[in-house]
């Protein structure tokens, strides 16, 4: 499988309604407490946006809406892998991307096979309160290295500014959130990730 170099994070499709336009080609639709209802309305929505634009998309966490729903790709925490049914997401042909965080959750990852591992903190993170120290560049090397021909995404405080580095430290593709959502001009800063990270895109 390869990943897109740039994989942001939105919380609502509003964002894709906005920015999918601009060339994303891969992100990943993560909502938090919302009812079920809300939760399909809005994955039904990111689904025919992405199919619309040609962007991969990936949902987070429910993984019952996105079998539910025919999506492509589930991206899993290492807790929302104690429910989830990992034969049946399989069995659907679902690709799944999984969270981790040491090298327990690492061995505990790849003994699903999965489609890609996410590697994080890579840097200080002001989007959730983490038990982890920022893992750093070193790690994302010392990953990738371990993981071999499976893509390695780094996530956790990555702006655009550091993308270069976590890449050309062995990441296949970096996760962003706050350096578009909180940013004065999120569209321009798109464009800019798109273009910071073409160097680095495989065809």
Known sequence: MKLDPFYPIFDHSRWLAALLPLGIKLLQLRIKDQPDCELRTEIQTAKSLCARFGCQLVINDYWQLALDLGCDFIHLGQADLEAADVPAIKAAGIGIGISTHSDAELERALSLTPDYVA??????????????????????????????????????????????????????????????TLNADPEARVRHWIASTSAYRKT
């Open 119 to 180: 590697l994080g903190p890579v840097y200080p993170t002001i989007l959730k309160k983490m038990p982890w120290a920022p893992q750093g560049l070193g790690e994302v090397g010392r990953w990738k290295k371990r993981i071999g021909n499976i893509p390695l995404v780094g996530i956790g405080g990555i702006d655009l500014e550091r993308a270069q580095g976590v890449l050309r430290a062995g990441a296949d593709s970096v996760s962003v959130v706050t350096d578009i």
